[in-house]
């Protein structure tokens, strides 16, 4: 995305191959495993029916997706919907049953030992659930395993290694062993080794769900912080939606081993492809996720010169909390360009789960936010969110006139 490093190979204005390009991928486990994706009528069949007519799971079913360079993607989905085999077959660790799998464009299934030792040592670095550490190396060591496999003599492994475990913030502790850190520091450890042979691109297989609350949000931070400097790739498989919104800048969503759904954490909030999707992002605060792009409308000429300005790209919820403040519209500015302007009647459509059309939320929002309240309440993160649309919801009631002619002004 607009965080993508720069790609040296690609002329200018050329869209640089994608890191990994993954087509038509299954994942068949069983007896006679590679008649499933073969046969269109096995194909079809539900886990349930392909289990009792053949013994197979098909943990992989007909995925396509591309990781594109310095985004962060993250494959989201319930226990046994198939991510750990997903991210495991990008590097052959499972062997796909059928489909294309590329990285860099180059075909990943025509590689031979050598060449995927390589894919594995040096491009593509994993960080576990289980941390995976060795016990009775110390710190420094275990960050400068992966480099010792390569081949980097000592002094320059252990000179890199100081530096990454310095990056993610384990000064200090390079003389500890495994066993005399608390759990997030074991996952920096091995964060610090995946980053360590400063690989392209980052596979991360629920790091975090060994790790407590707020252990965890630490070290989402540094992963987000991380990604921020570096701009690195990384595939981030997660079972937590809150995770998956924080962290994603697309998110595909598995369910029986397909792809139900695969977008921004915006796209997939605000328009679940289907029933189950819906239910899934059902307790997500919408007005933290959404934002003022949804709701914004074209600016008449008046309000193009007044109110507060927001960014595109804002929350709905911050927005709710500028025009809060100022008592009227504010306007959607883009590179100092005025692109619409947001009221509160339709970001308050937004939180009651009836934006995207913001004409259509200043009529239908209101009737409705009690209820969406109630929904915010019951979430994790209430405070913030709880609040904004509370105060938010003075306005319309007011501005309703106003909002009809198209005139903010008279919110205040
Ligand atoms: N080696 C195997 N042999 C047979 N079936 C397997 C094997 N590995 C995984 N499966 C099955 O494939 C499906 C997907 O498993 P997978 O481990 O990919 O799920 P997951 O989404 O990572 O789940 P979790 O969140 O619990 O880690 C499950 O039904 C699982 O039982
Ligand atoms: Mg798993």
């Known amino acids: 995305m607009s965080a993508a490093a720069p790609v040296s190979s690609a002329a200018p204005g050329v869209a ?8 038509g991928l299954w994942k068949v486990f069983g007896p006679k495993a590679e008649r499933v994706p073969a046969d269109p009528e096995l194909a079809a069949l539900t886990p349930a ?10 943990a992989v079913r007909n995925v396509s997706f591309d990781v594109r360079k310095g985004e962060v993607f993250v494959v989201m989905g319930l226990s046994g919907s198939g991510k750990s085999t997903l991210v495991r077959c990008l590097t052959r660790l499972i062997e796909p049953t059928s489909g294309g799998l590329a990285i860099d464009g180059e075909d990943v299934l025509a590689m031979d030992k050598t060449r995927l030792r390589e894919l594995r040592r040096h ?6 659930q289980h941390f995976g550490l060795l016990p009775h190396r110390t710190v420094l060591d275990n960050v400068a395993y992966g480099l010792e496999i390569q081949g980097v003599g000592k002094a320059e492994r252990r000179a890199k290694a100081a530096e990454v475990v310095a990056k993610v913030g384990l000064e200090g502790m390079e003389q500890r062993r495994p066993g005399q850190l608390s759990g997030g520091q074991q996952q920096r450890v091995g964060l610090a080794r995946a980053l360590a042979v400063d690989p392209e691109v980052l596979l991360f297989d629920e790091p975090f769900s060994a790790l407590d609350p707020l252990i965890r949000r630490d070290m989402q931070e540094e992963v987000i ?10 595939v981030f498989i997660t079972h937590d939606l809150n ?5 994603g800048e697309r998110i595909a969503l598995m369910r029986d ?4 759904q695969l977008g921004t954490p915006e796209e997939i909030v605000g328009s ?7 239910e899934f992002v059902r307790d997500v605060p919408r007005e933290q996720v959404m934002t003022v792009r949804t709701a914004m409308r074209t600016a008449s000429a008046e309000e193009a010169g007044n109110g507060p300005a927001v960014a595109p790209d804002a929350t709905v919820s911050e927005a709710i909390e500028a025009v809060a403040r100022a008592g009227c519209a504010a306007r959607v500015v883009d590179s100092g360009r005025c692109v619409g302007v947001v009221d509160s009647g339709a970001l308050l459509g937004v939180v009651a789960g009836v934006g995207g059309d913001a004409n259509a939320a200043v009529g239908d929002g209101r009737a409705s936010v009690g209820g969406s309240q109630a929904a915010v309440g019951d979430d994790g993160a209430p405070a913030r969110g709880s609040q904004a649309p509370a105060r938010g919801s003075q306005a319309p009631a007011k501005a309703d006139p106003g909002l009809a002619a198209g ?6």
């Open 16 to 23: 640089a191959a994608p890191v990994f390009s993954v087509d």
């Open 49 to 58: 029916e392909l289990r009792s007519r053949t013994g197979c799971t098909a």
């Open 123 to 128: 491009r593509a670095a994993m960080v576990f």
């Open 225 to 234: 912080r991380l990604h921020r400097e570096e701009g690195r790739t990384m």
């Open 243 to 247: 995770e998956a919104l924080r962290l």
């Open 257 to 260: 081993g397909r792809i139900v």
């Open 272 to 278: 679940p492809a289907d029933d189950y999707v819906r």
């Open 407 to 412: 005139d903010d002004e008279e919110v205040a």
